[in-house]
Nanobody
């Protein structure tokens, strides 16, 4: 089992920056990658960024050039650095860890970007 806890969400003005953190605990063997998803009010949860076990990042087009995902294997943490935030980035952000058999999720952290 893997447990994930996110932190760092906040209210920020458009154009501002935030850094999200996710700490993992439990057995990380078999985890193929970790990432961040977000869910805006009334919408489905969608992927934002992902990083594989060999440190290859991918991003959804809408955040490319603004968001950076990174991972600290020793500390079992994954980060999401967000700059140039837009009101459309407002959502609950969830940390995800994926194995061959299932996904693990954190409880989410709220990011609100005011215009």
């Amino acid at each position: 089992q893997v447990q994930l806890v996110e932190s760092g969400g906040d209210l920020v003005q458009a154009g501002g920056s935030l850094n999200l953190s996710c700490v993992a605990s439990g057995n990380m063997n078999g985890i193929l990658g970790m990432g961040w998803y977000r869910q805006a009010p009334g919408k489905q949860r969608v992927p934002v960024a992902d990083i594989t076990s060999d440190n290859r990042p991918t991003y959804v087009d809408s955040v490319k050039g603004r968001f950076t995902i990174s991972r600290d294997y020793g500390k079992k943490m994954v980060y999401l650095e967000m700059i140039k935030l837009k009101p459309d980035d407002t959502a609950v952000y969830y940390c995800n860890a994926r194995s061959m058999f299932r996904d693990y999720w954190g409880q989410g952290t709220q990011v609100t970007v005011s215009s």
